[in-house]
């Protein structure tokens, strides 16, 4: 948690906020992720079949993120941190571009690809460098290093965490999310009942669950605003245009 006492905002951020950045994500739809399925990449199964695949297809997006660089959301953010608030940030996202912006209070739900961990160990994390993860890298147990990535069908080792952060927060801001990834969209029924929640999304008005008010613009068009009226009152108060 931050050392800061002022109002706290939790912040639920998902691949909406990273899209602006040039991050391609996964998606429903078409079931491909830069076009591989995703049974092929991103479960434990396809990285027992073939993990060369893996591994390589997780170092180009470990390149991708080293280029993108943090939007004018990812900036807002830090910035209300930097006046005082207590801001935390729970993301869905696997990049470090919240980190880069400035925000020292982040939680990664699903991991972050630029570390990568023990295969028998999940507590064994290393950071990875410019060569990437390569077979035969091994952890201080022996064991082949992988993604620290949460891959589909893995339970989410930090869910519970990122449940008594929400517990605490005097608002809660969704930012990029449609919260329908389990077991993420359950985190809002941990928020406190007098603590508002919004979001920011341009599908907000389809995706807004009840008792959530829907702010249907990009992330780094809806953040900033939020943030500088935030900073004006000294406060977050719900501004009257949401």
């Known amino acids: 948690m931050s050392e800061h006492q002022g109002p706290h905002l939790v912040v639920l951020t998902g691949a909406g906020i990273s899209a602006e950045s040039g991050l391609k ?12 399925r995703v049974q ?3 479960t434990p199964e ?15 997006r470990r390149e991708q993120t080293r280029q993108a660089t943090p939007n004018a959301a990812h900036r807002a953010l830090a910035e209300l941190e930097q006046a005082g608030f207590q801001v935390s940030v729970i993301t869905q996202n696997i990049d470090d571009l919240h980190e880069r912006a400035g ?8 991991g972050e690809i630029l570390m ?9 994390r290393y950071p990875v460098g410019r060569k990437g993860i390569r077979l035969g890298d091994l952890c201080d147990k022996g064991s082949q290093l992988r993604p620290d990535v949460v891959w589909f069908g893995e ?12 517990a605490e927060a005097d ?14 969209a359950m985190l809002l029924d941990q928020a406190p009942i007098e603590a508002p929640c919004l979001l920011v999304d341009p599908q907000a008005e389809s995706l807004v669950p009840r008792g959530v008010r829907a702010i249907s613009q990009l992330a780094s068009q809806g ?3 939020l943030v500088e009226h935030w900073r004006q009152a000294g406060a977050l108060w719900v501004p009257d245009w949401v």
Do not use: K
């Open 116 to 124: 990568s961990r023990s295969s028998a160990d999940p507590n064994l």
């Open 40 to 42: 092929d990449v991103a």
């Open 46 to 60: 396809a990285f027992a079949r073939d993990p060369e695949t893996v591994l390589r297809f997780y170092d180009a």
């Open 223 to 225: 953040v900033p605003p």
């Open 155 to 166: 339970p989410v080792p930090r869910y519970a965490q990122a449940c008594e952060i929400v």
């Open 103 to 110: 925000s020292r209070d982040v939680l990664h739900l699903h």
């Open 25 to 36: 994500t996964f998606r429903d739809g078409d079931g491909l992720w830069e076009n591989h």
């Open 171 to 184: 608002l809660v801001l969704v930012v990029g999310t449609s919260l329908a990834v389990m077991p993420a």
